[in-house]
């Protein structure tokens, strides 16, 4: 089932989108690397980071996904359930052990795991991260622990960058960051276990934001959006200059985040003049519509 959807599914997303782009993905089918990926699309998140690279892959993806009845289908398709206590319930975490148990065996094999470390969907697409969970720091410490440290697993942080994920013939970068050895942490992981997970996770976390368009106040994505769609050189969906190749577009709109992160601030007159008159014209436009 596997193997059958990673020779299909890349043939029919060519179609679904515009244009798909790569960056810094790894070039091998086998190896041991947690790929940790933003969520901006709860279905198609996991076909878009496992259908446009090399690696085999398994899905770390939430139990409910997992009824009786279609069982032997996740299974097939590499997916593994995470139990999560606000979804699931206390009575049902200790499930975890034996996913976490299968995630290892995997990166025992060689293979690797793609999970999302955001942990949910926000309900409106915003260019942005919400904090990044524990789990996939917990899952390679474990792997690590349980192979004596003599494994070279990885991490590698990923962004998914849409136009926008819910429209037809869309464009979406998939852009991955330099990979972590999870070997760097064993002094810090003697001294502390809790230290360790608390680090990786902070430095994943970190590279994720370099991969996206990540805008630190989520308030200020209406501003930073209204931007874009004026000057034509970012990933919004509608409003976008086609000569511009999708990876200058994608620098410009992550660099105009970084540009908002670094030097706005409510108290200047400047930028609250120039969010109210961006404002204003939007709100012209639409009512001419």
């Given at each position: 089932?596997?193997f ?6 890349p043939?029919?997303?060519?179609v679904?989108y515009?244009?798909v782009k ?11 690397t947690?790929f940790i990926s933003?969520?901006?699309?709860a ?7 496992a259908n ?7 899905f770390?993806?939430?139990?409910d996904?997992?009824?009786?009845w279609?069982k ?10 995470i139990?999560?206590l ?6 049902n975490?200790?499930k975890n052990?034996e996913?976490f148990?299968?995630a290892?065996e995997?990166?025992?094999?060689k ?5 999302f470390g955001?942990g949910?969907?926000?309900?409106v ?9 524990k789990?996939?720091?917990r899952i390679g ?11 070279d697993?990885?991490v590698q942080?990923t962004?998914i ?5 819910k429209?037809?013939?869309?464009d979406?970068?998939?852009?991955l960051?330099?990979v972590i050895h999870l070997k ?6 003697d001294?502390?276990p809790?230290k ?6 902070r430095d994943i976390e970190?590279a994720?934001q370099e ?11 209406p501003f930073v959006?209204n ?5 034509r050189k ?14 200058k577009?994608?620098l410009y709109?992550?660099?105009l985040a970084?540009f ?5 601030t ?5 930028w ?15 009512k001419?519509?």
């Amino acid at each position: 089932m596997y193997f059958f959807l990673r020779v299909v599914l890349p043939y029919l997303m060519r179609v679904f989108y515009r244009d798909v782009k790569t960056l810094n993905s790894q070039k091998t089918f086998k190896t041991r690397t947690i790929f940790i990926s933003n969520h901006p699309s709860a279905f198609i998140d996991p076909l878009v980071v496992a259908n446009f690279q090399w690696p085999i892959f398994h899905f770390m993806v939430r139990s409910d996904v997992f009824k009786p009845w279609l069982k032997p289908i996740t299974w097939a398709s590499h997916m593994v359930p995470i139990y999560r206590l606000a979804e699931d319930g206390k009575e049902n975490l200790d499930k975890n052990a034996e996913s976490f148990r299968a995630a290892i065996e995997i990166l025992k094999k060689k293979n690797s795991l793609i999970m999302f470390g955001e942990g949910y969907t926000d309900d409106v697409f915003i260019r942005s991260l919400k904090p990044i969970k524990k789990g996939p720091a917990r899952i390679g410490f474990s792997a690590m622990v349980k192979t004596n440290w003599e494994l070279d697993i990885l991490v590698q942080p990923t962004g998914i960058n849409y136009g926008h994920p819910k429209y037809f013939r869309t464009d979406v970068l998939i852009s991955l960051g330099d990979v972590i050895h999870l070997k760097d942490y064993k002094a810090l992981y003697d001294e502390s276990p809790a230290k360790a997970h608390t680090k990786l996770t902070r430095d994943i976390e970190l590279a994720m934001q370099e991969q996206i368009t990540y805008i630190k106040e989520k308030s200020l994505a209406p501003f930073v959006e209204n931007i874009q769609i004026l000057t034509r050189k970012g990933m919004n969906h509608f409003h976008h200059d086609r000569s511009l190749g999708l990876e200058k577009r994608y620098l410009y709109s992550k660099n105009l985040a970084k540009f908002f992160n670094a030097n706005y601030t409510a108290e200047d007159a400047k930028w609250q003049d120039l969010k109210i008159e961006t404002e204003g014209y939007f709100r012209d436009e639409k009512k001419k519509m």
